[in-house]
Every structure is written in C-alpha cells, then in structure tokens.
T-cell receptor, first 114, second 117 residues
Framework: QQQVKQSPQSLIVQKGGIPIINCAYE??????FPWYQQFPGKGPALLIA?????SEKKEGRFTISFNKSAKQFSLHIMDSQPGDSATYFC?????????????FGSGTRLSIRP | GAVVSQHPSRVICKSGTSVKIECRSL??????MFWYRQFPKQSLMLMAT???????TYEQGVEKDKFLINHASLTLSTLTVTSAHPEDSSFYIC????WGSGWDGYTFGSGTRLTVV
C-alpha cells in the first residue's frame, strides 16, 4: 500500500527550466510534508518542508505548493541547474511524537541538461 | 546542523555471515532512530523504528530475527543483518530524530552499501 504517490518517475529539463514534481496522499492524518534530495550513493537530505496550515513555501529556488482539499503537493525548482540533477522524494509524516515516522514517495529522477 | 554518521559506508560479506552497521548522532541525542532499506532505483522503505532503551518496532514484513536492532545509548543504534544472503544486498540508511530542530529534525546518514557474495 503506497501511502504517498509521486510522479513523474523521471524528468528531463533544460537548464533554466522549472521542473515540477507532484505528490498525492490519502491519509488525512499526515501533517508534515518534506521533500528530500538524494545523490547516488548518499543518504537523502532535507530540501524543504511544509505543514498543512500554509498553501505555499519558498526557500531559495525551491517552492512547495500544497493543496489540502485535493490532498496534493508539489515541488517546483526555479532556474534549474545541472547540479540539481538528483533523485527527489516527497514524504509525509503524522504527528509530532516518538511514534512519528517519515514515509517516502517512490522518487523522481531529475536530469537537468546543460 | 545535526549530523548522523553511518559506518561502514561499504561492506562485502560472505553468505551466511552476519554484519553490523552503526548509526551515530554526532552532535545531538537521538531517542529515536530509524532504519531504511533502499534497492537500486527504488524508494526508501522503513524497516524499523529504534527507541533508546526499548525494543525496536519493526514494520510489517520485516523479519526481526533477521535484522537485529540495538539502540543502547542516546547516540548509537546498530543494525545487524544475521545470516546474510545475496538477497539482503541493498543500501541501508539510518535516520535520527533531533527534537531540538522541531518538525525538520529528521537527519539521515550517508548509507551503507551491503553486498553479500
């Protein structure tokens, strides 16, 4: 049972373009939605995260758009660069307790062409 | 920021032997740590949640006798793959919860590539 659905599986964008990665969830108990970036052979690193009380969050070139009613959220990368080429994972978590855990989406392999 | 160190980064072991992977929180105390498994070109699948001083909680389908988890201190959790077989070859990643960083307090290690031959 996939709790967080992510698309597309892979994405190729020209340098300077704006790749968009989409995620959807069913569990309305989720209340924390982070995005992670992972390079080959490395662990994931937190890029940006959002909670359901806001519809958008920007940090540098990265923007999360959040639609609570549709149970969807997306990542936009502005002015994309070849160095942004990596695998991106959306994720979700419930609550702020010792029982909370991060559940990952299936991942998007992003390639930025020079 | 919070740092999680994972060791070793790569390990090759013979089929039937056991291998231990360490996960340390370097600059914070982690009462909760997590172990994930990642196959090539796939997502991270949560294996278990490790709580300091208590038994780990395993996700459905994960063999607790196969993957032994010990969280004996506030900065160290270990994963032991017992009687390893080639199908256990994978990328294992730990994560630690830094409560001092609030909601963004999940920090991941750099992973361990296990190859069973």
């Amino acid at each position: 049972q996939q709790q967080v659905k992510q698309s597309p599986q892979s994405l190729i964008v020209q340098k300077g373009g704006i790749p968009i990665i989409n995620c959807a969830y069913e569990n309305t108990a989720f209340d924390y939605f982070p995005w992670y970036q992972q390079f080959p052979g490395k662990g994931p690193a937190l890029l940006i995260a959002i909670r359901p009380d806001v519809s958008e969050k920007k940090e540098g070139r990265f923007t999360i758009s959040f639609n609570k009613s549709a149970k969807q959220f997306s990542l936009h990368i502005m002015d994309s660069q070849p160095g942004d080429s990596a695998t991106y994972f959306c994720a979700a978590s419930t609550g702020y307790s010792s029982a909370s855990k991060i559940i990952f989406g299936s991942g998007t392999r992003l390639s930025i062409r020079p | 920021g919070a740092v999680v160190s994972q060791h070793p980064s790569r390990v090759i072991c013979k089929s039937g032997t056991s291998v231990k992977i360490e996960c340390r929180s370097l600059d914070f105390q982690a009462t909760t740590m997590f172990w994930y498994r990642q196959f090539p070109k796939q997502s991270l699948m949560l294996m278990a949640t490790s709580n300091e001083g208590s038994k780990a909680t395993y996700e459905q389908g994960v063999e607790k006798d196969k993957f032994l988890i010990n969280h004996a201190s506030l900065t160290l959790s270990t994963l032991t793959v017992t009687s390893a077989h080639p199908e256990d070859s994978s990328f294992y990643i730990c994560s630690a919860r830094d409560w001092g960083s609030g909601w963004d307090g999940y920090t991941f290690g750099s992973g361990t590539r296990l190859t069973v031959v």
